[in-house]
């Protein structure tokens, strides 16, 4: 379609993850080929998807519009959209539309093809070498991240008896999940959530990401730098 062209490819562990690699503009005009392409996808069984965006010099409030109205369906069905790459005009459009809220954004392509890996539990370490590194302060080199620390112990109930993890207040389960696994997303954490170990509860993604931002937790880097104060 003229101003837009899309190429698909399989990639992850399990090369289970659909890749959009879209150039052009995505506005009316070229949106409902953003839809085909999307719908095509979720019919063929590949609900986890990343958009990379680098060649995508604008998008319109109806081009957020195409990626925003198939993610009901595509979470419905056990998956989640990801968009990675974006230019600077395209990213300000996107968060003053706070779609932001919706849909998960990346800096780094290799980021949100991993979250996807993890979030099914396999272990992108197998065969590959790859290191997570924290936000480094101005002068400061990245660090590699150390070793994952035990699962935090039972918090302790009335009389001191341990309270089960179920019984935590949802504030107190959050971090536990992140302290376990301190580079786990959104995504990650609504699933662990739904465990029986945690009471299978269950919150909308809206809520949480609120509840995440209330706590100081809504970005990974936060997330990562609670997990190495403790």
């Known amino acids: 379609m003229e101003g837009i062209s899309i190429d698909v490819k399989r990639v992850g562990a399990r ?51 195409s990626f ?23 990213s300000e459009v996107f968060e003053m539309l706070e779609f932001n809220r919706i849909i998960q954004a990346y800096d780094h392509l290799e980021e949100a093809i991993d979250d996807f890996d993890i979030s099914l539990g396999l272990d992108i370490t197998a065969g590959v070498t790859r290191e997570i590194y924290h936000e480094a302060t101005p002068g400061e080199a ?29 504030s107190e389960k959050i971090r536990r999940i992140v302290i376990e696994f301190p580079v786990g997303g959104l995504w990650h954490i609504w699933k662990t959530l739904r465990t029986p170990r ?29 997990y190495r104060s403790r």
């Not at 839809?35 to 965006?53: E, P, T, W």
């Not at 925003?68 to 230019?87: P, Q, S, Y």
């Not at 991240?145 to 019984?167: H, I, K, T, V, Y």
Request: hydrophobic share 45%; aromatic share 6%.
């Open 142 to 170: 990245p660090q590699p991240e150390m070793e994952m620390p035990a699962p935090a112990a039972p918090a302790a109930g009335p009389a001191g008896r341990e309270l089960s993890e179920d019984l935590l207040p949802i």
């Open 15 to 65: 090369e289970d993850v659909a890749l959009l690699q879209i150039r052009g503009f995505i506005d009316t005009t070229t949106a409902p080929e953003v839809h085909r392409v999307l719908a095509s996808l979720l019919r063929d069984g590949l609900v986890n998807i990343v958009v990379d965006m680098a060649g995508v010099g604008y998008v319109s409030s109806a081009g957020w519009g």
């Open 68 to 90: 925003v109205g198939e993610i009901r369906d595509i979470r419905e069905k056990g998956g989640d959209l990801r968009i990675v790459h974006m230019a600077p005009e395209v």
């Open 198 to 226: 945690f009471g299978n509860t269950k919150i909308n993604l809206f809520r949480l990401y609120r509840i995440l931002r209330e706590m100081n937790l809504d970005t990974k880097e936060k997330r990562f730098r609670f």
